[in-house]
């Protein structure tokens, strides 16, 4: 069932890109396992590729792994960092935005809240410094209830956070 689930995504995946469609993929621990080889028809049609730390590290390895995540396609890549934030790079720069310290009730949910906020301000205001503070604030309000899903924040929730509540973002050019 799971080749014929993957094979269902390189189809959808095939149909988006040829229209022109950007697609977005959060990475399982399954799927980073076996390794890029096994995914290059699936990541070279991604724009934005989140996953976490151990995937990406099962997926390519620990050194360069921005060069090599994009060398296998995506234009976006985020690496979630569990408290320590996340790390993203769009080919050119290199963003090191850090989490603020949260008494976590749960962290079911954190990376999943955290990939669709950053897509979702990717896709409505189209600048990485404040898709991650989107995401990473989505991230620490979901940490904070019992459930992958509570505590996932609207846009008006969003926008009102963002005005009290600071997430520093770190960017420099890629080497």
């Not at 090599?68 to 890549?77: A, N």
Request: hydrophobic share 40%.
């Amino acid at each position: 069932a799971v080749d014929e689930t993957f094979r269902t995504e390189i189809k959808i995946a095939d149909f988006a890109f040829r229209k022109g469609i950007k697609i977005a993929c959060n990475l399982s621990y399954y799927l980073a396992k076996k390794g890029g080889n096994f995914l290059k028809d699936l990541l070279k049609k991604v724009y934005f590729l989140v996953l976490n730390e151990e995937e990406a590290e099962l997926l390519v390895g620990g050194k360069n792994i921005f060069e090599k995540l994009h060398s296998l396609g995506p234009k976006i890549v985020c690496v979630t960092r569990e408290a320590k934030g996340s790390w993203i790079s769009d080919g050119k720069n290199f963003y090191d935005v850090k989490a603020h310290k949260i008494n976590a009730v749960e962290e079911t949910g954190a990376g999943d809240a955290f990939a669709s906020g950053f897509v979702f301000g990717m896709v409505k205001l189209r600048n990485v410094e404040t898709a991650a503070k989107i995401g990473t604030l989505n991230a620490e309000s979901v940490i904070q209830k019992v459930g992958a899903k509570n505590g996932l924040l609207s846009y008006n929730e969003i926008t009102n956070l963002m005005k009290i509540k600071h997430v520093e973002v770190n960017k420099k050019l890629l080497n």
